[in-house]
Nanobody
Framework: QVQIVESGGGLVQPGGSLRLSCAAS????????MAWYRQVPGKQRELVAASFRGGRTTYADSVRGRFTIIRANTKVHLEMNNLRPEDTAVYYC???????????????WGDGTLVTVSS
């Protein structure tokens, strides 16, 4: 099995910074897309940033220029700068992982970490 664990959430003032981290462990043979999503109560989960094999990245318009996704082996980080109250949400890590050489990949989710931006 595969476990996805996020860390780094917390309370930060507007304009501040946070770094979220996500680690995959267990039966991990290869990792394809690594991404961060976020969700607030009553709204759909939305893509914040994604890192694809080969180095390409994509960002939501609302975070481009402020957030950076960093991929490092089985870990993925989200550097968040100049945070705004509207960034408050539960942030989820998603990794597309294959458990073996001839196995199809599937998406795994962490349990989420809360980020609160407030003065």
């Amino acid at each position: 099995q595969v476990q996805i664990v996020e860390s780094g959430g917390g309370l930060v003032q507007p304009g501040g910074s946070l770094r979220l981290s996500c680690a995959a462990s267990g039966r991990v043979f290869d990792i394809y897309t690594m991404a961060w999503y976020r969700q607030v109560p009553g709204k759909q989960r939305e893509l914040v940033a994604a890192s694809f094999r080969g180095g390409r990245t994509t960002y939501a318009d609302s975070v481009r220029g402020r957030f950076t996704i960093i991929r490092a082996n089985t870990k993925v980080h989200l550097e968040m700068n100049n945070l705004r109250p509207e960034d408050t949400a539960v942030y989820y890590c998603n990794q597309d992982i294959s458990g073996g050489e001839h196995e199809d990949s599937r998406a795994y989710w962490g349990d989420g970490t809360l980020v609160t931006v407030s003065s």
